[in-house]
């Protein structure tokens, strides 16, 4: 494997000592370059005449490397390392998130309003029209992000309350990119009827819900579940997020090749919640030639190990991956570290595509394969074109809630995707620039009235 970036992911600030002497600084920036840390910030804390302090932020490739840097300082002559701050967990300590109040509580008239006797009265009109509820409540903007833990990020099954950081960070993403209040529900169960009758249960408060980190196939039938019992949105985003990001990136991949989504060859790799997403919304797009690949190799329908959800991407063709990608026009990979070598991605059609999207190491890394891809994502940030759920999520929400969608359709994904790609212009477009950044203002609201459109369309608008 190549080494990987320096990110903020693994950032870390040194506080050292060192005599006022100069050249001091100079040595401890040396150290840390020649092991390859990427040098941020630099803050003089305290001086005199005898010796200085400063705080240093060095990005680090992985844990391992931060550690690497940390001795390759402390074995510097005369410099004392008082203290080593990890920026990630110390940015969480005591959690990311709050409630706050809308309005202050001045005087005895704002409680009696806010509360008792007052809020009875809003009570009983909620109850003569629940649709009030809407209007008199948070359930308008709220969303419920519900998981059990049993697949966080590309982890595993880590549990409710080793999920929380993950929930809590989707809640940040939910209100500074769609301005929507959302909160973690991490279960302690990972049955199916379990989750399905917790989520019914508490569904009042909420005006959406976002299924995160729920393994498949399970994530499927409580999906599905939820989407025909409940009458507000439901979406799994490990599904349908992602589905959404590749699809925008991809309609603008191919048309930098000339190529048509319906004659394009597409490999996936990867037949999880991701991957069978992914080739639905494609499907729906026009998509006519799609292979599917797990672990064992193709979906075949010689096989005899398959799901339900892959049983319907089976094909003729057997074979491995190595097979599957002679002579494709696409590959997308949403499966594990380094599955995909540069003879395979040679072996695919001229001008290939190619999104290695497992994190944190790609299927393969772009290093290999720059001059022969004529397009490169992945899941990283730390690359161009960064296949991120960001661009989705917030706005599909937004849209969703802002139209009181009683479900999300597939059609509203599509239009969700192709409102992204729209975001870049022809003139924009180029290898290293297929998808908006996920800080560009216009792609929540581009994505909101997209899907409210979609929704009116498809009948399932209630505003």
């Not at 990979?333 to 059609?349: H, Q």
């Not at 992945?378 to 009181?404: E, H, K, M, W």
């Amino acid at each position: 494997m190549a080494d990987l970036t320096p990110n903020s992911s693994f950032s870390l600030t040194i506080r050292f000592q060192v005599p006022n002497r100069p050249g001091m600084l100079a040595s401890v920036i040396q150290a840390i370059s020649s092991e390859g840390g990427n040098i941020g910030q630099i803050d003089l804390i305290e001086q005199t005449r005898d010796i200085s302090m400063r705080d240093i932020t060095v990005d680090a490739a992985s844990t391992e490397h931060a550690e690497t840097i940390v001795q390759a300082v402390k074995a510097l002559p005369d410099i004392k390392v008082l203290d080593i701050y990890d920026r990630t967990f110390t940015l969480h300590k005591g959690g990311k998130i709050s409630v706050q109040s809308k309005m202050p509580l001045r005087g005895q008239a704002d409680l009696a309003m806010a509360y008792t006797p007052g809020v009875g009265r809003v009570c009983r009109a909620i109850a003569e029209e629940p649709d009030r509820v809407y209007e008199l409540t948070i359930k308008h903007n709220t969303i419920a992000i519900v998981t059990d833990g049993s697949a966080v990020l590309g982890l595993g099954n880590l549990g409710a309350e080793a999920s929380m950081p993950v929930m809590e960070g989707k809640a940040m993403l939910f209100k500074e990119f769609g301005g929507l209040d959302a909160f973690p529900i991490c279960l302690a169960t990972q049955s199916t009827d379990e989750i399905v009758e917790t989520v019914k249960r508490i569904a009042p408060v909420f005006g959406g819900v976002n299924l995160e980190d729920i393994a498949a196939p399970r994530c499927f039938e409580i999906e599905e579940r939820l989407q025909k019992e409940l009458n507000i949105p439901v979406f799994h985003d490990d599904q349908h997020g992602t589905a959404i990001v590749t699809l925008a990136a991809l309609t603008n991949a191919l048309k930098l090749v000339e190529k048509s989504i319906f004659d394009a060859r597409i490999v996936i790799n990867g037949a999880g919640a991701a991957g069978v997403a992914i080739a639905k919304l494609l499907q729906k797009d026009g998509a006519g030639s799609i292979v599917m690949c797990d672990s064992k190799g193709i979906l075949s329908t010689t096989r005899t190990d398959l799901n339900d959800q892959k049983l319907a991407f089976a094909i003729a063709q057997g074979g491995s991956l190595v097979d599957a990608m002679k002579g494709a026009d696409v590959f997308l990979g949403v499966s594990a570290p380094g599955v995909v070598t540069p003879e395979m991605v040679r072996s695919m059609a001229a001008e290939p595509i190619v999104f290695a999207m497992a994190n944190p190491i790609p299927e393969i890394q772009p290093e290999y394969v720059r001059d022969d891809v004529a397009v490169m994502a992945t899941g990283r940030s730390d690359y161009p074109n960064q296949i991120n759920n960001v661009l989705a999520f917030p706005g599909l929400f937004r849209g969703a809630l802002d139209c009181r969608a009683s479900t999300l359709t597939t059609n509203m994904y599509l239009q969700a995707a192709l409102a992204i790609a729209s975001l870049v212009n022809p003139d924009e477009l180029h290898r290293e620039h297929i998808i908006p950044s996920v800080f560009d203002g216009r792609v929540a609201l581009a994505v909101a009235a997209a899907v409210q459109k979609a929704a009116r369309e498809d009948g399932v608008a209630h505003a």
